[in-house]
Every structure is written in C-alpha cells, then in structure tokens.
C-alpha cells in the first residue's frame, strides 16, 4: 500500500514564524503536490514537483516555497506565517501527473494565531 | 459553476438506502476521479473513469459518465454508516494538475 505521511496531524504558530511541514512517500513516486483546503473552497493546488529539485507553482503559491531535496520528501514552507494560512494542509503523491489517482496523506491542521 | 461541481453539496440517507451525487464540469475531460474524505482525514482515491468509459463499478461504487452532459455520477449501494464522508470529484483537463470540486457532504443515519 501507498504510504503518504505528514510531520504534524496539527500544529499551532504564532504570526510571522517559519514554518515547515513535511511529506514524506515511500512508493518512488515521481510527482508530489500540496494542497490546502478551507471550507467552501474545496482543494486548491500551492505547488507540485515532478522532480527532485524541481517545482512548479499551483493556483495559490503566493507567502508559499516548496523543497525537494529527496524524491520521497516534499516540504512546503511559509517564510512568514499570517492568519491567513490557517487552514487544512494535504500531501499527494502520484506515479504520474495526470491519468492516475493520487494518493494523499493524513493532512495538518495548522492554527496561525 | 467551476470545473468540476458536485451536487448536491450535502445528502442524508437512510443506512442502507442508496447515495446518489453528481459531478458537472465545463470543459472537456481526458477522465474524472472520485474520492472520498473522512472527516478531518485525507482524500482516499476511489475510482478513475476515463473519457471513453460510461461506467464503471468498484464494490458498492458505481460510476457513470456523459460527455455530452459533462456530467458523472457516484452510486453507493446498499449505504453503511461508514460511508458518511465528502466525496470530491477531480477531473483532469490536460496540463500539469487535476482540479477537484467542493465536495459532496454525505451523512448515514442508523
């Protein structure tokens, strides 16, 4: 079975800190996304990689970077943390972009206050 | 709408009824996913149908799709207290990403 995790089921942060959440699959997956959802909104797509080292910008990036320094590993980041970004935060991973499922981690709730 | 829209946005059944919701979407699909999200849990890939597929079954799941509608539907038979979850559809349009509805609300009474 496809094992996706994330570092943190919830985490709570004070306005302007740095904050890191991490991904990590264990089926050699090539492409890993992050996705965040609030209600009423659905998913919306902050940043995929389809690589190692490389990135490329979903719908929402903006107060967003991304790492992939490891093909299992995908961290999303947020320079300067803002109340905004409270939200729901979810990890997928998939074989291939498009045409196949993905497959998602247990998500973090993250509290910016 | 968006791409991608379930209907209803929240369904109450008996358990043991059937659970029946929609996905509508704009533009053309090379196929639309189902997934289904417990609460406060990740999404979990149910079933992909393909653009020249009009049905497809997976356990108590069944799946349709109209191209000339730009529509599919999800079917649960024989509805448990464990399907009580949102269902999202996803379709995938071309380029990088797939793009995900809002979801449907379904909730199964005793």
């Known amino acids: 079975d496809v094992k996706v995790t994330q570092s943190s089921r919830y985490l709570v942060k004070r306005t302007g800190e740095k904050v890191f959440l991490e991904c990590v699959q264990d089926?050699?997956?090539?492409?890993m996304f992050w996705y965040r959802q609030d209600p009423g909104l659905g998913l919306r797509l902050i940043y995929f990689?389809?690589?190692?080292?490389?990135?490329e910008k979903g719908d929402i990036p903006e107060g967003y970077s991304v790492s992939r320094e490891k093909k299992e590993r995908f961290s999303l980041i947020l320079e300067s943390a803002s109340t905004n970004q409270t939200s729901m935060y979810l990890c997928?991973?998939?074989?291939?972009?498009?045409?196949?499922?993905?497959?998602f981690g247990p998500g973090t709730r993250l509290t910016v206050t | 709408s968006q791409q991608g829209e379930e209907d209803p946005q929240a369904l109450s059944i008996q358990e043991g009824e059937n659970a029946t919701m929609n996905c509508s979407y704009k533009?053309?699909?090379?196929?639309l996913q189902w997934y289904r999200q417990n609460s406060g849990r990740g999404l979990v890939h149910l079933i992909l149908?393909?653009?020249?597929?009009r049905e497809k079954h997976s356990g108590r799941l069944r799946v349709t799709l109209d191209t000339s509608k730009k529509s599919s539907s999800l079917l649960i038979t024989a509805s448990q207290a464990a399907d009580t979850a949102s269902y999202f559809c996803?379709?995938?349009?071309?380029?990088?990403?797939?793009?995900f509805g809002k979801g449907t609300r379904l909730h199964i009474l005793p």
């Open positions: 997928a991973s998939s074989f291939f972009l498009r045409g196949r499922a993905q497959y």
């Open positions: 089926m050699d997956h090539e492409n």
């Open positions: 990689s389809y690589d190692v080292k490389m990135k």
């Open positions: 533009t053309s699909i090379n196929n």
């Open positions: 149908i393909r653009s020249n597929e």
């Open positions: 996803a379709t995938d349009v071309g380029g990088d990403k797939i793009i």
